[in-house]
């Protein structure tokens, strides 16, 4: 598949620059019958028995701002962890960067040990006065995509109201619309909700490379599906509840964890692309943003819905909704099996 076939004319007016106030009102575009709902109406579109699978990620304050000991300034954005000492990130400038370079941003120290690859970079991380996630969080700021150009006046308003373990570069924007009122109103509903865990990183964020779909390599981010979760999909589906995953992480972590059959608990790492041809094991219904062009997102929007995504962005796009992270959602209501 050509990667073309996955571009269309975003417009910048469309792109949504702050969230909404409150998060559920926001607009919903149900598809595949293309009805105009406002995010608050969830509850509606689903079924008491019905379970939301959720990503409970919570967004590190991943970009630090560092000097380089040959004095230079140099912006560094942690995308992952790899293992107790060592990191992966972008920095900025990349072009002066080299294994054995080294920088400080307050009290952590850092060293490049590979890379660059596209601005890519292994470091290691140490603070000689205490944690190194404690000094990420102090010293770094929460990472908003390039395409927003505003400041939050509250950083919270960047993570999901059920954020918990911190892990993520990038928020699971599906989750932004969530209030703690709308989870009680689901819950009055007879909806249950069930987590689990996918570090938002590199594959997630990074466009495709190259001209076709197939040359494209995703990058490895961690997922963790609790006991809990499997034993919820469980009973969902003993009592015949669709599993509604929200976002595109939350879709990958299942099918992830799927691969062998039936879902199964436990952590692990995932370079899962999903892309028409894939056969769904986990996932009913979908609430997902819209997304930006040549990505692999709408590569597993595809998977879902065909060539519809077309029609439901070009729909969107007439009707004034507004996109990616800031922006109005998706609910796909059939995802085949």
């Known amino acids: 598949m050509d990667v073309t076939e996955f571009d269309y004319d975003l417009p910048e007016e469309a792109i949504a620059q702050e969230p909404i106030e409150p998060r559920d009102a926001s607009r919903l575009l149900v598809v595949p019958g293309l009805v105009d709902r406002v995010f608050r109406e969830l509850p509606d579109l689903l079924e008491p028995g019905d ?32 293992d107790a000492g060592c990191w992966e990130a972008l920095v900025r400038p990349a072009r002066r960067v080299r294994p054995g370079t080294t920088f400080t941003s307050g009290s952590l120290r850092g060293t490049v040990v590979a890379g660059p690859d596209r601005g ?3 470091i290691e991380l140490e603070d000689p006065a205490g944690d190194v996630e404690a000094a990420i969080e102090r010293y770094g700021t929460v990472p908003l995509p390039p395409y927003i150009h505003t400041t939050l006046t509250d950083p919270e308003r960047y993570q999901t109201v059920y954020a918990a373990s911190v892990g993520s570069a990038a928020a699971p924007t599906a989750g932004l619309h969530f209030t703690e009122e709308l989870m009680a109103r689901l819950a009055a509903r007879g909806v249950e909700m069930a987590p689990v865990e996918l570090d938002v990183g590199l594959a997630t964020f990074l ?31 003993s009592r015949g509840g669709r599993i509604v995953a929200v976002g595109t992480t939350v879709v990958r972590t299942l099918e992830a964890a799927s691969a062998s059959g039936g879902l199964v608990a436990g952590e692990g790492e995932t370079d899962l692309f999903i892309a028409p041809g894939h056969r769904f094991r986990s996932v009913d219904a979908v609430v997902t943003n819209f997304h930006a062009p040549r990505t692999t997102l709408l590569v597993m929007l595809a998977a879902m819905v065909g060539d519809r995504w077309r029609t439901a962005y070009l729909h969107a796009l ?20």
Not at 62 to 74: D, F, N, Q, V
Not at 318 to 337: C, K, Q, T
């Open 51 to 82: 379970l939301l699978v959720v990503n409970r990620t919570r967004v590190r304050s991943a970009r630090l701002r560092a000097r380089k000991a040959t004095g230079g300034s140099l912006e560094v954005l942690i995308t992952r962890r790899l």
């Open 120 to 122: 890519r970079v292994e």
């Open 207 to 237: 466009p495709m490379q190259g001209a076709t779909v197939e040359d494209h390599t995703m990058h490895v981010e961690r997922y963790a599906v609790p006991q809990g979760t499997v034993d919820a999909v469980d009973r969902a589906r």
């Open 318 to 337: 007439e009707r004034g909704y507004r996109f990616l992270s800031f922006g109005d959602a998706m609910y796909i209501e059939g995802v085949p099996r």
